[in-house]
Every structure is written in C-alpha cells, then in structure tokens.
C-alpha cells in the first residue's frame, strides 16, 4: 500500500507537469490568435462597414428584412437626444421594436468610435420594410445574427475559443494533479511497517530493507547499545570469576 501511494504520488507528479505544460501551449495560442484576429472580429461588428442601411436625421430607406433575424440600430455614444426610428412594414402596420437593455453592450469600431444601441427587432418577416429616422441622429441598423455567425465562423475566433476554452480546464487539472501528487509522494517518503520492512525513499530510488542488520539509523544505534550492554555485563561476570580463583 505504502509502495503503491509512492508510485500514485510520483505519477500523478508526471502527469501534473505534462498537463500544465500542454495547457501553456493552449493559452499562449488563445492570446496570439486573440491579437491576430481582433482587427477582423471588430471590423465584421464595425456599424459603419457591416450596415445594412444609414439614416440621416429626418431622412428614411427602404430595406428588405428576413424572417427571425435580429436586427439593432445604433448610433454615436454620448447623444442625449431621444431615437426616433419607426419601421413600417408593406402593410403599413409599424413593427414594434424593444428598446436597448443592460445587455446591450456598446460596441467600438475600427477607428474607436462607440456606438450604442437604441433599438432591436426581431421576428420579422421575409418583406420589404421601410426605415424612419424621425430624430436628430444618424443611425445605423446592423443584421446581428448574420454578424454573430461571421464572427463565430472566424479561423481567428477558433482558435481563441480552442485555445481558451481547452487551456483554462487543462491548467485545472494540472495543478490539481500536482498539489495531489505532490502531498502523496512527500507523505510516503521514509515509513516503516511493522512486517519489519523499511522504506527508504531518496529522490527517485525506493529501497525496501528485510534485513535487521542492514536497517539505517536510528535502528542501528538502539542495536549497538543492546550489544555493547551485554559485552559489558559479561566483562563482569569474568572479573568476579577471576577474583574468585586468586582467593
């Protein structure tokens, strides 16, 4: 059992390393691709690149939409002014929209400027709509879901997520195996069972002695002084015999 936890500890120790070391290559490939693809995540997200139309203040477009798209308009961070932006379907029914929420991040283009969102619609229908910019803003409106599926299918973006989503778990368990491993090898070091064996663990060399006389200390010493006492009292013993045969 002793043998058994050395040989668990000294293993779990190996394999704590080789999945350090591996999630290390994951990480490190996470953040490389992350420099190397955010140019192109953030230029698919860009509203003045990626737009399906750009509204002026006071003007309108005419736009074709798809069923259960979800389509945001924004503009410029940091304008006070109410949106006005209506959507009118070919009907003439207005689609109404819900307006931006706390999980609605604000986003940064290319060249730094954040838009915010003012309006979403979703579950639209496969027709031809017509945009209404009532305010004093310039809006654009993005397709959100076919952005999502741009970015998500980005080699750059795979790689992120591999690197990541794999290194992060693998770091876990890495350092799990070694603090583990690591308290099972120490704790079996130098045990002696009472079968009279002795394990002596130096490094990676396990010795297992069965021999009383080939026991390290402190066994050794405890033995020299069982021995030196009876050569001691036999010494005795023959001195009063001696005395005994001068008189």
Partial sequence: EVVLGIVVGGSLLKIGKWLTALSLVFLLMGTLSYFYAEDDMIEILDPEITNLAELAPNTSQSIELEKMGLYVALRIEGDNTLPELKMINSSGKEIEGRDAVWYDWPRTGTDGIV????????NTENEEYILYNEGNTTLWLIDETSNQIAVISDPGFIAISCGFC????????GFMSLIIGWRRKSKNQDISLHNELY???????????????????????????????????????TFWEDWDNQE
């Fill in 199 to 237: 394990i002596n663990k130096k490094g990676e060399e396990i010795k297992i002695v069965s021999n009383i006389e080939n026991i390290p200390d402190p066994f050794m010493k405890s033995n020299d002084f069982v021995t030196h006492k009876k050569i001691n009292i036999e010494k005795k013993d």
């Fill in 115 to 122: 838009y915010e969102t003012v309006k979403v619609f979703q």
């Fill in 166 to 173: 794999i290194g992060i778990p693998l770091a876990m368990l």
